[in-house]
């Protein structure tokens, strides 16, 4: 399996996206973001539609659109009541605009599935290369926020009051999920994304509580979805986001079942 | 005469339609413990969030001796929504409000979390989620976040309300030990007029367009429940 080209690119852009995902999505369940993070998979596919449309890279267009209403979303919903029914909006505007790009620049809709679903033979080494560096940037910006985004994100009544620039923090997050959303597009599909971002971290948070050890089990088990994803999507010729999403949810109810089983509850 | 620590003088915070402070004057010394009593809506949670500075003063000045900057201030709010699934551990809990830029805590940082543990009694707890702890081991933890950074002025908003007698006493005797042992000045809101009596050096009775400021030795808990009565 590993002899062919494109698998070898499927590895080595899944591991990278594993990482990520599963360190940000620790802070992205911490902050409740689940939501936002599903509605970013869905801005990403028509920020896709955008950039075939203008013939760029799909991975630009959905960098542009990601970014830039991630921010719009963090600045509409300050107030956490309004926060999904703004989100809502947004996305629906999205959804709309992602078919419109897709007609105009007609491609087919084999194409819009690949977009939306991921395809693992679409990774070229060149797509390696830039998951590989926007990985490596958000990785590097997170470690140098570490505290201040960890002090917000588990205790947000205590940074803001301790003097924490919180806002600040707010949106260079932002930022940073929407990069994540772009890069793991690029193998899961964007219509899937939030499963990386969401369900591994989810569930290390009932095993382990120190926020380093969530980081850690929750790249692990995003690192295990993946992997065994590719693997059986390979073996299979099935849709490797099936094979990852399933995975994914069986780490998930394990922990409920876990905790269940702790707490007796 | 001990030191000031901060100095309100002629302090008025006002926000549209509602003029919460006007002519606000009292001061913090240094080793202080000073409650702050009164009705709910009088302000007492305004008044702190100004000291914080985030709430900008109308008319007046809030001036801190030496300066601001030279005063870390821990602060335990009042309401912090952490439910039972609340995954850190007392110890992650309390080592977040340590400042600084590289993403692991070094040995004299850990020794800090470890003292400010200690001295609020949860070091026992110290592995246990604090989503599943009690009440009582909540408040100490909070308290333990608070003066991890050693600061100079702590400031309680209604530590006590969610606590049941024996906690109460036990949480403030925590305080009242920081305050004689590390010489930390204690800001206590309150409206349990008993405790105040008990624990605190001075008091700032708030009412609506009115303030009485003294020693606490001077006064009982009937005198303080007519001084903070509308």
Sequence with gaps: MFSLAFMQNAYLAGTFIAIICGTIGVFVIARNLSFLTHTLSEIGFAGAAFGIFMGWTALTGMLIFTVVSSVIVGQMSVKQSRREASISAISALFIGLGILFLSLSNQTSSYATSILFGSVIGIAHADVIRVAVLSGIVLLVMLGLYRPLKFDSFDAIGAKVSGLWTTGISVVFLVLVAMSVSVAAQIVGSLLIFILLTLPAAAARYFVHTVSKMIGLSIAFALVGVWLGLYLSYVTNLPVSFFIASIECLFYLAALGFQRLRVGS | ?230
Excluded: C
């Design chain 2, 1 to 230: 005469m001990t030191e000031p620590l901060i100095a309100v003088q002629h302090l008025g915070i006002s926000f549209p339609n509602n003029q919460v402070f006007k002519d606000l004057n009292f001061k913090i010394e240094q080793g202080d413990f000073l409650t702050v009593i009164g009705e709910n809506g009088v302000g007492k949670t305004t008044l702190i969030r100004a000291l914080l500075g985030l709430v900008k003063p109308s008319a007046g000045a809030i001036n801190f001796y030496p300066n601001r900057k030279a005063i870390k201030i821990g602060y335990v709010p009042q309401f912090r929504n952490l439910d039972q699934e609340y995954p850190l551990t007392v110890e992650d809990f309390v080592g977040l409000n340590i400042r600084g830029w590289l993403p692991w805590l070094t040995k004299a940082e850990h020794r800090q979390v470890q003292t400010a543990m200690a001295v609020t009694n949860v070091k026992k707890i110290k592995q246990r989620q604090l989503g599943m702890a009690s009440g009582g081991e909540k408040q100490r933890a909070y308290l333990a976040q608070a003066i991890v950074q050693q600061p100079q002025l702590l400031i309680l908003d209604e530590s006590t309300a969610s606590l049941d007698n024996e906690m109460k006493y036990e949480l403030l005797d925590l305080v009242q030990n920081l305050n004689q042992t590390s010489n930390i000045t204690v800001f206590f809101v309150t409206h349990d007029l008993p405790l105040a009596k008990q624990y605190a050096k001075h008091y700032l009775a708030l009412r609506p367009g009115q303030q009485s400021f003294g020693e606490m030795a001077d006064m009982t808990v009937a005198q303080l429940k007519e001084v903070t009565n509308v």
